[in-house]
């Protein structure tokens, strides 16, 4: 798989858009890029995956870059709970294979 | 719909003594089951994956076993617990959309 390359850490200002940028240059034709985030003492969440195109859920959008070497996820208006630990982990879509989660970003959202 | 269920949530054991930890996946046949494990402070990392009934892979060498009776059950064990198992253990499946871990087990080992 893919390696990805995320900030240890950023913060965000509640009510704004937090923005996670995630770099992935070596990322093969058929490898799709997920996010997921780890509130602390939970199991990682699912939040949104894609493979070229743009993605939007009700949890965040994901954009891809058309050369396909960089995503940012995007939460649109970030609150208190969504301060967590994100990952971006790029891999193919068969389920068969574990995810191997590198050390993602540390998002604060402040008051 | 599918749910996984993993328990104890908490554990503590004394080093030396043995562990079971079990995962069970409810409305879903013969998924990919994943154990993972987090000590304090750094990232997950993969344990074991299974692809069906008694098939198990193991990433890391490691003192900890698992097991797959059933297809639906995924046991994480160990013989002998050392102070370095202790950490937050998380069982996962796999599906078309990604990956649904479990609350995870707290262990820890004094």
């Known amino acids: 798989d893919a390696k990805t390359t995320q900030p240890p850490s950023m913060d965000c200002a509640e009510g704004r858009a937090a923005n996670l940028p995630c770099n992935h240059s070596t990322i093969s034709g058929n490898e799709y890029v997920y996010w997921y985030r780890q509130i602390h003492s939970q199991g990682p969440q699912y939040i949104i995956h894609g493979l070229k195109n743009n993605e939007t859920n009700e949890m965040a959008s994901l954009i891809i870059t058309e050369d396909r070497k960089s995503s940012t996820l995007i939460l649109p208006h970030a609150t208190l709970r969504d301060t967590a630990v994100y990952y971006c982990?790029?891999?193919?879509?068969?389920?068969?294979?574990?995810?191997?989660f590198g050390k993602g970003t540390s998002l604060l959202v402040t008051p | 719909s599918q749910t996984i269920h993993q328990w104890p949530a908490t554990l503590v054991q004394p080093v030396g003594s043995p562990l079971s930890l079990e995962c069970t996946v409810e409305?879903?046949?013969?998924?990919?089951l994943y154990w993972y494990r987090q000590a304090a402070g750094r990232g997950l990392q993969l344990l074991f994956y299974?692809?069906?009934?008694?098939?198990i892979s193991s990433e890391v060498p490691q003192n900890l076993s698992a097991s797959r009776p059933q297809d639906r059950q995924f046991i994480l064990s160990s013989k002998k617990l050392l102070l370095s198992d202790s950490g937050f253990y998380l069982c996962a499946w796999s599906h078309d959309y990604g990956y649904t871990f479990g609350s995870g087990t707290r262990l820890t080992v004094v």
């Open positions: 982990i790029v891999r193919t879509s068969n389920s068969g294979y574990a995810l191997n």
């Open positions: 299974s692809v069906g009934i008694g098939q």
């Open positions: 409305g879903t046949s013969n998924p990919n």
